[in-house]
């Protein structure tokens, strides 16, 4: 059975950062492309970040320049490492694994972690 397990979220001061990790176990990880998507309170779950098998990243315009995605194949584990927080940041935070290795479309979630930032 395959499983995630995000860590990491929690409250943060406006400018602050924090990193998430997501675990995997129960499938071959480094096949599958890999993502972190949030949903904030009203709004749709929206892709933020995105990593293929090769490495190629690609993130939202709102989290350019300020997260990071990336992943570990020998510890299964991705990671992202958000700075420069803002309020509009607020959301719970899910990764992902795809069900190929070049996108995140089927696959595997997360259960989530909450991400707030206030001061």
């Known amino acids: 059975q395959v499983r995630l397990m995000e860590r990491g979220g929690g409250l943060v001061q406006p400018g602050g950062s924090l990193r998430l990790s997501c675990s995997s176990i129960?499938?071959?990880?480094?096949?599958?492309?890999v993502g972190w998507y949030r949903q904030a309170p009203g709004k749709e779950r929206e892709l933020v970040a995105s990593?293929?098998?090769?490495?190629?990243?690609t993130y939202d315009d709102s989290v350019e320049g300020r997260f990071m995605i990336s992943r570990d194949n020998a510890r299964t584990t991705i990671y992202l490492q958000m700075n420069n927080l803002t309020a509009e940041d607020t959301a719970v935070y899910y990764c992902?694994?795809?069900?190929?290795?070049?996108?995140?479309?089927?696959?595997?979630w997360g259960r989530g972690t909450q991400v707030t930032v206030s001061s």
């Open positions: 992902k694994l795809g069900g190929s290795g070049e996108s995140t479309t089927g696959g595997y």
């Open positions: 129960g499938t071959i990880f480094n096949i599958r492309a």
């Open positions: 990593m293929t098998k090769s490495g190629k990243t």
